[in-house]
């Protein structure tokens, strides 16, 4: 299965599955963050909106994909 990291959405920790965040990398108007849910790291691009949003390493926040972002591929 594969999935586009800009179809994951974060949130508060009740809404979606727990994930860690381990880092983040401000790429111009796109923030990358690597996450690690249930033993699985995902890269998760979310749009650089305000610095007040940004989340730190170690912050736990909801991980929300939809069935159709997901794609297989073999």
Do not use: C, F, W
């Amino acid at each position: 299965m594969a999935l586009r990291p800009e179809s994951i959405t974060l949130g508060a920790p009740e809404q979606g599955i727990a994930g860690k965040i381990l880092n983040h990398s401000l790429l111009g108007n796109v923030v990358r963050y690597r996450i690690v849910v249930n033993g699985v790291e995902l890269a998760v691009d979310v749009l650089n909106r305000a610095p007040g949003d940004l989340y730190h390493a170690g912050s736990v926040v909801g991980v929300h994909i939809t069935a159709d972002a997901l794609r297989e591929v073999a």
